[in-house]
């Protein structure tokens, strides 16, 4: 299939490590923020998401952390595998009536290696 | 089927040729998307449809490009007079609800204009 991105920051990671993917998102009034994660050939797949009355959210070894203060998103994987391989979104919304469109960080090349 | 579908999956057109980009999303979904992602880039908005109503076309890039959903269900993008600029993957994407909640995007079509 294509490449998603051939000019993204990357990440390598070994096989069981922990990796931590951080985003800097643009609007301080953004109150809603979703990681993406898109293989290539494919459309991007929802992750996790989080609120902006949240600091801290735990899906099935991804956690989200937010911090407003200085407008950064991290998206923590635990034990990685190697599926998780991919290209790694943010994106971000406010919630505004008719306002629907989410906005994307550039993303990050993760790589497990095996 | 349980997802989002879009076809073709690949297109060439030549400069100055026009194109029709289809969408069918998962049943029942209320809202549409299309977002444009250039190679190495994240997404970015195009439109949204509530229904068959189209909602938000600020990032329409020029009046080339215009989008329909006339039964609330099946979506075309259609671009006229392609250049080489509009090369990217266009992806689809449907969610049950208004509002920027987990949309199911589809794997989009790449577009390659010669």
């Known amino acids: 299939g294509e490449s998603v991105g051939l000019h993204l920051p990357t990440l390598s990671v070994q096989e069981g490590d922990n990796s931590i993917i951080n985003c800097a998102y643009s609007?301080?009034?953004?109150?809603?923020f979703i990681w993406y994660k898109q293989e290539s050939g494919k459309g991007p797949q929802f992750i996790i998401d989080?609120?902006?009355?949240?600091d801290k959210r735990q899906g099935q070894r991804v956690t989200v952390l937010l911090n407003k203060t200085v407008k950064h998103l991290s998206l923590q994987i635990a034990a990685t595998q190697p599926g998780d391989s991919a290209v790694y979104f943010c994106a971000e919304n406010y919630y505004n009536f008719g306002n629907e469109k989410l906005t994307f960080g550039t993303g990050t090349r993760l790589t497990i290696i095996p | 089927g349980a997802g989002v579908s879009q076809s073709p999956r690949y297109k060439v057109a030549k400069r100055g040729q026009d194109v029709a980009l289809r969408c069918d999303p998962i049943s029942g979904h209320v809202s549409l998307f299309w977002y444009q992602q250039a190679l190495g880039q994240g997404p970015e908005f195009l439109t949204y449809f509530q229904n068959e109503a189209q909602l938000d076309k600020s990032g329409l890039p020029s009046d080339r490009f215009f989008a329909e959903r006339p039964e609330g269900s099946v979506s075309t993008l259609k671009i006229q007079r392609t250049q080489q600029e509009d090369s990217a993957v266009y992806l689809c994407a449907s969610s049950p609800r208004t509002g920027a909640y987990g949309y199911t995007f589809g794997s989009g079509t790449r577009l390659t204009v010669v």
């Open positions: 989080i609120r902006s009355n949240m």
């Open positions: 609007n301080s009034a953004s109150d809603y």
